[in-house]
RNA sequence: GGGGAUGUGGCGGAAUUGGCAGACGCGAAGGUCUCAAAAACCUUUUGGAUAACCUCCAGUGUGGGUUCGAUUCCCACCAUCCCCACCA
């Protein structure tokens, strides 16, 4: 082997030959434990980031990590390939979506293949195949045959220069993006997937998340989904013409309805136009409803909008008391929550507080103070929810909150105006686009048949290729005669075809089920190949998806189960939701010059263009324009893929945003060039220990492996007859084995599994040493110290894997690493023989004492007690009691 | 407004059924080797007191509490970050 390690020939080689022999290939095998290693879909965007490298470095180290441990593990790779980018960027280089993305996944699969990541790329999807998307549309014709997808009229955004919707991106700040067009809201028909439905099953089963997922992701999944339990009340209107007029309303507290000053409707609210019918504020009214729809849509930006209402001139009845109460409608209810309807308790609720303020609203006092006060509605500075005891309330007055909730939802249902009812923050998913780059919803317009959708013998609708993008009025796919002019399948008569794509989150919802039968071309899946590989044992990926896609994907799962093609309810069992890897940023005053790369920056902080003393930013993710990115290839091109995974996971904990250092990133490469300079000496040792005797080097190699074999390295009975630094070294490993082992069954850790891998690396260089000073090298050197090292190398594996397999080779093994078993440690020989216990007067530290492992706490106490330093402390003082931690301390409560 | 975190040396971070705070690495300082430099290796590196060793004192955002003993548990507060947000 070469005295030096040079990553760049070792990673070549390897990665060529881990591709030859396809050695992380894998298929179904019930006779061996599965294990599903899965990191996010990743999207084309055409170049890799740092971002990448952390994501997959952990992914690849647990995979790597079960595989020595002997699991059949399945770590496939797939591209996130629709999406809005794509389209913007071809329209910008007057090229093809298609084009731009397959070159993207080419490029970005050259970067990622030299990272050396141990995928099965014979499993490799991209969502914008045909062969993929085509069980999107089935998936989605299943669905609405079965009710699970409607179409409703809803807003988007819509240039009315070009005639076409918009993403949001597209529309920030309310203008188009091209020339800046004023967006404006318009009702489309869309599709929408019926998740509301699902609601109560996606918060229930997050329990069974509680111990595999990040508390975080799952609090914020129950925020979003947002159970609310209270009653829906029902009020009369007064004078209708139609005595059926009647408004319902949502609260969480009916207890407070005595104190009710008016009922607030949204803008959108269906039955203003009746109410205000014949008023004479009728169109007033009208007018300021229409301006706040506009408002409220374009204007959800960060500033909260200041409330603003006006009277109908219609009033409601109260049916608890039989007050009239007006009827308004304002800016801050939103007729997506509830019923779209509120009853305004400004005692109650500081909304209502602060509106009924503004339009001087009468005030009442319905339940006492958290401190049992009686509350002056005139002194009142904020309004007040706390459940406590109400009072004005009629026949209910004097219960406690929770009682009078309780009794008047009741009573309201009894009486038939009102019921019990939960409501949820989570809406329906709108999951079609009026874009070119999705997959096409798979439906077709017919006027005599109405909406049918594509027979399955049919699947995929293909999208059609070299569309113009460059569109005025609607979507790209509706300027597309042959796609667009179909006959019915049903009738046989001219229809049309529908123009929408879906969602992209569509495609990321069940791409790994996918995975476990990737070419199957009659199901999306074969139902008992998923049932070997899911659910999937670890997901890794951004805290970006933590509602989003994992919400949607939880769902899609238990629509799949809805159809009988999975049994089980959530498909990830662990959840691992990785840090950002963020770098300082320099800005220069100047606006001209703002971000600066850290080469434009003076040593003493001025700005190289201009002189100007820089702001040294926080550290913050990596991105383009901060211009602190730091670009993966420069980095593996320098020191080798390898260094630069190892630096990413040892940067800190794998959940926790990690700071970019070159110095970091050097440190790395320094302890892998350790790691082969050590093993280089062993090698020398082995030549030496063979020259000593007269034999090659060939021989003495097969000496070592003969009697090596013979040798058990978790038998307690092979620390006999070590001398001291063999026993250290022994010692040490099996302490480095079991607390990596456990990293890696339980808190996943990596950075601390590195930490101890440099812990062993450094005993072997002490080793070393040792067996230099004390020579000649004797064969129980060699095992001691070959053991440590195999050991090592197969450690190193999941963070290098590289280096790993080239030492493994060096080493005189003909298979890969991948092939070897992870190394197993014996509590027996980790244990230290002699022991350092603290001791401590009064919690103080006084001394330490070096004893045998194995001294009873009786033997402890004493030696603790008759110690020369302890001594001099409790001299003069009672023992009041003595404490003994065993192995651990001593403490010594003295009076 | 609601929800979730985080806070430890010059820096990244270790240490959890409560038991020696600062593992491992980076940086820094000194040394060995060298004509020299780089690399490598060795030593030191929480702060303060002391010429120095031994040693002593303080110390895990702040203030309390529980305990023989608290980075760890409890209460209050401060700071920073993230997510959602007029959700009735």
Redesign the pocket.
Known sequence: MDEKYFPQQIEKKWQQRWAEQETFKVTEDPTRKKFYCLEMLAYTSGRAHIGHVSNFAIGDALAWYKRLRGFNVLHPFGWDAFGQPAETAAIKDGTDPEKFTRDAIAYMKWQFQRMGLSYDWSRELATCDPEYYKWNQWFFIRMWERGMIYRKLSPVNWCPKENISLSNEQAANGVCWRDGTPVVQKELMQWFARITDYAGQLLDSLDQLESGWP??VV??Q???I?R?Y?AEVTFKVEDSANSANSIT?????IDTIFGANAIIL?PEHPLLNKLVEGKPQRDEVLAFADRLKQQ?RSG?E?E?????GIFTGAYAINPFNGERLPIWVA?????????????S?PSG????F?FSRKYGLPFRQIKLTSDGVEIVPEDMKAADDEWTTTVNTGEWSGLSSKQANRRMTEYAEAQGFGRGSI?Y?LRDWGISRQRYWGTPVPMIHCDTCGIVPVPDDQLPVVLPRNVNLNVVGGSPLDHVPDYLNVSCPKCGSAARRDTDTMDTFVDSCWYYFRYCDPHNDRMPFDPKVVEYWMPVDQYIGG??H??LHLIYTRYWTKVMRDLGLVKFDEPVTRLLTQGMVCKETFQCPNPDHDWLFPEQVTEDKKCKLCGNSVKIG?VEKMSKSRKNAVDPIEMIDIHGADSLRLFVL????PD????W?D??F???A??L??VW?VAFKLHCHLDEWGAARGVSAQQARETLRVTKKMWDSTDPESSAGLNEYQRRLQRRMHQVIRSITENFEE?L?L??C??SL??L??EL??FD?AVEKNGPVGMTDLIIGYEALESLIRMLAPFAPHIAEELWEAFGHSDSVAQASWPEFSDELAREEE????V?V?????S?LFVAADLSDEDLREAALIDE?VQA?ISGHDI??V?V?PR??V?I?IK
Do not use: C
């Not at 909260?304 to 603003?308: I, M, S, T």
């Not at 800016?331 to 997506?336: D, G, K, S, T």
């Not at 609720?349 to 209502?352: E, M």
């Open positions: 508390e975080r609090a914020m129950r925020n979003w947002g609310s209270g309303v949502f609260t969480t507290r949204a409220q959800r960060l909260e909008l200041d409330k603003e800016n801050f209810v939103l007729i997506q929550y509830g019923t779209g309807a509120i009853m308790v609720d500081q909304r209502d602060e409501t923050k805290v970006e933590a509602v926080r040892f940067a800190g904990p926790k945003d990690k700071e250092s110095t970091g050097e440190g790395a320094r302890y060039q350790r300079r808190r850790h950075n601390t590195i930490s440099m812990e690396t450094n260089y002490a040493q022991i350092e216990v603290a401590q009064n919690g103080k530290l006084r330490r330093k402390a009041v009691k404490i931690v651990k301390l403490n409560v």
